[in-house]
């Protein structure tokens, strides 16, 4: 399979080489090729077949390029009294001279490459590419060179740097001669390769200085010349620059991606928590529902409309919805209503709840993990620096979970239901007196936040695989963000949300995610103590007069 992997890669240079060759000229005037030369491959010797390839890629062109075409194909073969030859159908050529020779089919044996020396062959055929008029040829030739610099011919690849015209090009080009050049004897060429290197956007290349800057075991500089250690050392100190950068943004885009994801997890809770003062520990079932919900969507559009998978997740939205909000709305009428007022009564039974929750969803999707594929425009990332790529799905999580706050308020400041739901938050007697439905707003408030719970796990399904265990790793979480926030306020779940985040991914490099964790409860622990009723303070039922 490997094998043929490669096989699959090479072809794209073979029509190309084919055509090239016919306009290709000798960059330098090497010595022809002879039979000596190509005997290594026939052999059993890693090191001689690489040098017999290398020698390959310093070779005339005319002469190199359908032996490297014949080793991509498999059609190189040895025989024996005469050496390399190359099968052409029916034909038999001598691979030095072309000419046909007299050798008999079952006598061939082909040489074996591995994936090493099939990479090096690939190399060796691009740089005779270097200076084909078609610049795609060329952009193929350079990549492909990029990837293994090493197996690149200098010569060929400094004649090419000096006749290329395309900027964009001639610097890929650049940096391909210059890992070369950092041995060259000349203190000039081992300069401008460093200054080439310092320029490069890639850090491995970069790398590539460190021996400049190192000691021997005696303490002496392994590079004698003081300038070239000091522009490998402001080359280094720039890639630590750019590193720490790195680590800096990641951490602060980790930090918002773990606050979107508790924001969407806290945020029902924060709602129902703060109307009906339950503490809820079914909560994180929600979120499994909702994953759970995004799952059978996903196989229904695998099953019946593949066509559309892509875009199987805007069913599932307001599926998992739906789903978690069902639930939620049946416990509140079934359990929660009966025992408004006792807190401890209503944590034991909620924490029941949350069992059966998971043995249902075990027998019936099992006890192993689901996987939630992403659709296409999702997956991926794009490098926002060198050494950072920034996830699709993650990005889109954040956004997600920023939208669903946006509705969420609108839903309570715009709507006669949250018209409801706030005044029976801030005086539930008195809402009643005036004729609100306190037990209808109860109902239909907790449904809500068990639909936005939901809405949750469909965003968690999207970067982890989905078990009936799902809620469970974010109800402590989900608690610690109200508190820290302020019961039943919004803009304290999205602060807290996000500044734990933040706090957490900060700390884990540091001492590690347990004691992150830890670290980050103590200092909540300690902020309550000075402030209860949390960053943003509501006038609730708890403090009605």
């Given at each position: ?10 072809s ?63 059609s190189?073969?040895y025989?024996?009294?005469?050496g ?21 089919a ?6 074996t490459?591995?994936n090493?020396?099939?990479s ?30 090493d ?54 290349n970069?790398?590539?200085l ?10 002496r ?18 890639l ?20 979107s ?20 520990m ?5 979120l ?15 099953a ?21 909000a ?33 043995q ?43 939208a ?68 469970q ?49 103590v ?23």
């Open positions: 399979m490997l094998r043929t992997a490669f096989q699959s890669a090479a794209r240079l073979r029509a190309a080489l084919a055509a090239a060759l016919l306009l290709a000229v000798p960059l330098l005037h090497a010595a022809p090729l002879t039979q000596d030369d190509l005997k290594p491959l026939a052999g059993d010797d890693f090191d001689a077949k690489s040098a017999a390839i290398a020698a390959l890629a310093k070779a005339p062109a005319a002469q190199a390029g359908p032996i490297l075409k014949a080793l991509q194909d498999d190189l073969q025989a024996p009294g005469t390399m030859v190359i099968q052409d159908g029916d034909k038999i050529l001598d691979a030095v001279s072309g000419k046909p020779v007299a050798v008999k079952d006598e061939l044996e082909a040489p490459l591995n090493s020396l099939r090096q062959v690939d190399s060796a055929a691009s740089s005779l590419l270097l200076q084909s008029p078609d610049i795609a040829v060329r952009t193929q030739a350079i990549n492909t060179l990029l990837d293994q610099p197996s690149a011919s200098r010569e060929t690849v400094e004649a090419a740097r000096k006749a290329e015209a395309d900027p964009a090009l001639r610097a890929k080009l650049d940096v391909i001669w210059a890992g070369a050049a950092l041995s060259d004897p000349d203190r000039n060429a081992r300069l401008e390769a460093i200054r080439i290197l310092g320029r490069d956007d890639n850090p491995q970069r790398l590539k460190k021996p400049f800057v190192e000691r021997d075991a005696a303490g500089y392994r590079e004698p010349d003081a300038e070239l250690r000091v522009a490998a050392q402001q080359v280094l100190d720039g630590r620059t750019e590193q720490r950068r790195a680590e800096l943004i990641g951490n602060l885009f980790a930090g918002l991606s773990l606050g994801v508790l924001l969407l997890a806290a945020l029902g809770l924060a709602i129902t928590y703060g109307l009906i003062g339950v503490i809820n079914a909560h994180g079932e929600f499994m529902i909702g994953a759970y919900a995004t799952y059978s969507v996903q196989s229904v559009f695998r019946h409309f593949p066509g559309a998978f892509e875009w199987y997740l805007l069913a599932a939205l307001p599926a998992a919805f739906l789903a978690s069902l639930v939620g709305f049946v416990l509140e009428r079934l359990v929660l209503r009966h025992l408004y007022g006792r807190p401890l009564e209503t944590l034991l039974a909620t924490f029941g709840v949350s069992l059966l929750l998971m249902a969803v075990r027998t019936v999707f099992g006890a192993q993990n689901v996987e939630v594929a992403n659709p296409a425009w999702m997956s991926g990332g794009f490098a926002l620096l060198p050494a950072l790529v920034i996830p699709y799905n993650r990005v889109v999580i954040i956004v997600f979970a920023l669903v706050v946006a509705v969420a308020w609108g839903v309570l400041n715009r709507t006669r239901l949250g018209l409801f739901v706030r005044a029976t938050t801030q005086n539930r007697t008195m809402a009643a007196c005036v004729g609100v439905r306190t037990w209808k707003v109860d109902s239909y408030a907790f449904a809500f936040g068990a639909g936005i719970a939901g809405l949750g796990g469909c965003a968690l399904s999207q970067i982890g695989n989905v078990g009936p265990d799902l809620g790793a974010y109800i402590i979480d989900s608690f610690m963000v109200v508190v820290l926030g302020g019961v039943g306020q919004l803009a304290g779940t999205i602060v807290g949300a996000f500044g734990l985040g933040l706090v957490n991914k900060f700390i884990e490099p540091f001492y590690g995610a347990v004691l992150a964790k830890i670290f980050v409860l200092l909540i622990v300690l902020f309550i103590q000075k402030r209860p009723q949390g960053l943003f303070a509501l006038k609730g039922r708890s403090a009605e007069a």
